[in-house]
T-cell receptor, first 115, second 115 residues
């Protein structure tokens, strides 16, 4: 099945460590997004990309970087993790030009804990 | 800047009864999309229902319906004949028309359906 996958699903790391969260999709969508979810705050946009040459900062990009290695892959990096980056991270894709009514399709999420 | 407000952090309902979740938003745009997402304990984000702002008719999907009041900038979700499987976090989200189709989420409402 066409899908959005995220690896790892859960990760515990220590302050100061570099960590990468990966997202892959088989939907053939050109638009990809990274969100983080915190209790009481909902989901907030970190970065988004329309294609491999188009990367944009979202609402809360400080402390994060991304790489769009291919149309199907969009990775999120924390160069030096800190405890307040403990959150649930979601990748999403969309392809409005295909008539999907702008729906975003979400991956299963990555639970990240920074000690 | 657009904002989405969900004023009910938690709600509960008895099985088979009806419950309404509230959502208000702030925007100066005339064309946009509104969504309700469900997040069960599995943490997967599931699209429940969508509404295009240019459509006056309220969207309906089986037991789920919305009350869209454009002038009041209100977008409530009604769940009829509540089922135990409806227990989840529900997020209201706003998407401007055009541009990068970024989603702006509310903080969420945690719904518990009791037998």
């Amino acid at each position: 099945d066409a899908d959005v996958t995220q690896t790892p699903r859960n990760r515990i790391t220590k302050t100061g460590k570099r960590i990468m969260l990966e997202c892959s999709q088989t939907k053939g969508h050109d638009r990809m997004y990274w969100y983080r979810q915190d209790p009481g705050l909902g989901l907030r946009l970190i970065y988004y990309s329309f294609d491999v040459k188009d990367i944009n900062k979202g609402e809360i990009s400080d402390g994060y970087s991304v790489s769009r290695q291919a149309q199907a892959k969009f990775s999120l990096s924390l160069e030096s993790a800190i405890p307040n980056q403990t959150a649930l991270y979601f990748c999403a894709t969309s392809a409005p030009r295909r008539g999907d009514y702008n729906e975003q399709f979400f991956g299963p999420g990555t639970r990240l804990t920074v000690l | 800047a657009q904002t989405v407000t969900q004023s009910q952090p938690e709600m509960s309902v008895q099985e088979a009864e009806t419950v309404t979740l509230s959502c208000t938003y702030d925007t100066s745009e005339n064309n946009y999309y509104l969504f309700w997402y469900k997040q069960p304990p599995s943490r997967q984000m599931i699209l429940v229902i969508r509404q295009e702002a240019y459509k006056q008719q309220n969207a309906t999907e089986n037991r789920f319906s919305v009350n869209f009041q454009k002038a009041a900038k209100s977008f409530s979700l009604k769940i009829s004949d509540s089922q135990l499987g409806d227990t989840a976090m529900y997020f209201c989200a706003f998407m401007p028309s055009g541009g990068y189709n970024k989603l702006i989420f509310g903080a969420g409402t945690r719904l518990a359906v009791h037998p």
